[in-house]
């Protein structure tokens, strides 16, 4: 069974930056489109950034311009680089695939607080 696991959030302040990671078994990350997605209190799950098996990258208008998409092949690992972070990126973020597995992992919370 694929299974994610999420890492590298914590509390920040707005204009910091953090960098999640997220580790895959059961799947090679290079081999499907993957995508972080996150959920804020009250509202939906989003998907934020997309990277392609092509490593073409797309983002919500939201977080484009501050949040990078990557992965390393060799550790099959797939990262989110946020840099000037807003209030408004509080949430708990996931990865997954671009069309996600029914199967995700606990995320890590993000918040962005004075």
């Known amino acids: 069974q694929v299974q994610f696991v999420e890492s590298g959030g914590g509390l920040v302040q707005p204009g910091g930056s953090l960098r999640l990671s997220c580790a895959a078994s059961?799947?090679?990350?290079?081999?499907?489109?993957m995508g972080w997605y996150r959920q804020a209190p009250g509202k939906q799950r989003e998907l934020v950034a997309v990277?392609?098996?092509?490593?073409?990258?797309n983002y919500a208008d939201s977080v484009k311009g501050r949040f990078t998409i990557s992965r390393d092949n060799a550790k099959n690992t797939m990262y989110l680089q946020m840099n000037s972070l807003k209030f408004e990126d509080t949430a708990v973020y996931y990865c997954?695939?671009?069309?996600?597995?029914?199967?995700w992992g606990q995320g890590t919370q993000v918040t962005v607080s004075s």
């Open positions: 990277i392609t098996t092509g490593d073409y990258t």
């Open positions: 059961e799947i090679i990350i290079s081999a499907h489109g």
């Open positions: 997954n695939g671009d069309r996600p597995w029914d199967s």
